[in-house]
């Protein structure tokens, strides 16, 4: 059986990294600040807002939430925006997309500054992941990613690792993010020819399609490390996009769903708050 790649412990492991950051900005008279803005009340927005808070609390990082109508206007959520680029008293931004249709979604992720992007949406942000450079953040699903491997000493090095999906919030940064851990990677998707061969071939295994079980038990092979990103419902019960009784015969190790990297999602945006707290207050 496979060994299961929990959450739990890199979260705390993380939320330790963010204390020590806390305790070094207080003694500056700096308290980190996230603020959650929320267009309408979405239950999923709504279930990640109630994590995002809860880790706030338990880790010491204050919050503000910003909590807009349905019906609020593209040039007031906007206004909204500007002005928490201006407060410096804000650190990071959690917008929670995607926005209602009516809304130019570009142009709001546009007017947020890189600076306080801390769940990576921006362009900026984006930039900083595909280019190395390390400005902005990357996007909070795609670093916990990285953070379970780290956690748990898997070397990147020199691995074959193939990413099953190719979005923008995970897809593509993750992929990002594992070549600058010097792994060769392939990016697959839904339209993938032969797409169980491919996988088979991998040493290390990304599911983030978001479709339960796509990648099911012709896709795995003896050895392989499986980070499941995604979260489904079929029955009414929470599943990943890996066929995980099957994989578990095969593979060496895997995260489970849940339980998994959805658990350590809202330890890394904290943390983003904490880092860019302290980027924020460098002369300080």
Do not use: W
Request: glycine share 10%.
């Amino acid at each position: 059986m496979a060994v299961e790649l929990k959450g739990a412990p890199v979260a705390k492991a993380i939320d330790e990294r963010s204390r020590a950051g806390i305790e070094t900005l207080l003694e500056k008279g700096v308290a980190p600040t996230l603020a959650l803005v929320r267009v309408g009340a979405r239950e999923d927005d709504i279930a990640y807002e109630n994590g995002a808070v809860k880790r706030c609390e338990r880790v010491g990082v204050s919050y503000k939430k910003v909590t807009l109508p349905a019906d609020i206007s593209q040039e007031a959520l906007l206004e909204t925006i500007e002005d928490l680029n201006r407060d410096a008293t804000i650190h990071g931004v959690l917008l929670f997309l995607p926005l209602p249709k009516r809304f130019d979604g570009d142009a709001v992720r546009a007017a947020l500054s890189p600076e306080k992007d801390v769940d990576g949406v921006t362009e900026g942000s984006l930039a900083g992941v595909f280019t190395g450079s390390g400005k902005g953040f990357a996007p909070c699903t795609a670093q916990a990613c990285i953070e379970i491997l780290d956690h748990y000493g898997y070397d990147c090095k020199g691995k074959r690792a193939v990413v099953v999906g190719r979005s923008l919030v995970v897809g593509k940064p993750v992929a990002m993010l594992l070549l600058g851990k010097n792994a060769t990677v392939t990016v697959c998707h839904t339209k993938t020819a032969e797409l169980p061969a491919v996988v088979r071939g991998a040493e290390l295994v990304v599911t983030a399609a978001g479709k339960p079980k796509v990648v099911d038990g012709e896709c795995f092979s003896e050895g392989q490390t499986v980070v499941d990103v995604g979260i489904n419902f079929v029955d009414g019960v929470m599943c990943g996009d890996a066929d995980f009784d099957a994989a578990s015969q095969k593979v060496a190790a895997i995260t489970p769903v849940p339980g998994g990297v959805g658990t350590v999602t809202t330890s890394v945006l904290v943390n983003h708050v904490v880092e860019a707290a302290l980027r924020a207050n460098k002369g300080l």
